[in-house]
């Protein structure tokens, strides 16, 4: 893998110097991580491994592959619209592997002097993501329906937008990211989508007609409060950003659905429906699903 060979030459995904400082250090530690421990999703690692910071020890003693179809039999869900997804999702965005994505984020956060903890970039596994829309549909009685609105919140290269949409026939997908390089993966990625959309099989004539938007702004900026299902990978936001999101979280309609990861909207307005630990590309992690309650509480 292209990432891998850039990590031997630069002892780092992000080719981090010894003298970098400690709190970018840290940040640098995680996506290290996360480069390393990108193959999981088909490679079978038993026992365990420390990452390179020695400070977090990894378990794996199975792929996300099998950790999902596990789960999935438990629930009584059959694994068949995921495996499809999974295999439409591979053919769009297997071109671009999370090293792309991190490296295009490094850059525009070293030209432009950017450090915040927020802007550190990680991406979904599909698998794991597709898990948690799967139980929205099964356990909590979301997705019965086509249609509705989703939107990730802080995008990336647009990995949880495509993989949404192929996992139900949503109205419009929107993906709202700030770093202008990660927007414009997205819209190469959409436009591989277009083009091949009516090639690959297994892609109804709805979903081929969901309305795809990418933009290029920040999440406080956009209005996305129409949204039925929003997800934020919120492993890198730090308490201040999570309680900014309550603001636009808690405008969105009664109902509707929020995944996040690692940590959970901070309002008394959404109730957490479960939280559960999986395996991520960076190590695990817990992935929470609420729903918005009826009566906004103030
Ligand atoms: C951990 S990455 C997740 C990428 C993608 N959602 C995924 O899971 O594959 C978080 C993303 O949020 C973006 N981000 C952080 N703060 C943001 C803001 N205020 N507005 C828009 N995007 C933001 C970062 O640049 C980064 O790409």
Redo the contacts with the bound molecule.
Sequence with gaps: MAGDEEESKTGGAEGVEDDTAPKMKELHMRERAIARAEDLQETKVEGKMRDRSGLTELHFNETIQQAVNKKLDELEISNGRLNSAAKIFKKICGHYPAAIGKAV?KKERQDDALE?Q???????QFRTFALALEKIRHKYGGLSEPGGIFV??????G??VFAAMLMHEFDRVIG????TG?HELSRDMEAIWHERKHKIGGITEKMSKTQIEFIR????NVDWSDATLA?V?S??FDDE?MNRLVEPADKMKPGSFFISFTRRIPSENWQVLEYERHLMSWGDATVFIHQRKADLQT
Excluded at 118 to 124: D, K, P
Excluded at 217 to 220: A, K, M, N, R, T
């Design positions: 984020s915040e927020s802007l550190v970039y990680g991406e979904i990730d919140v802080g995008s990336g290269s990995k949880p709202i990211e700030i770093l990660l702004g920040d999440i406080f997800f990978n492993t890198c950003m």
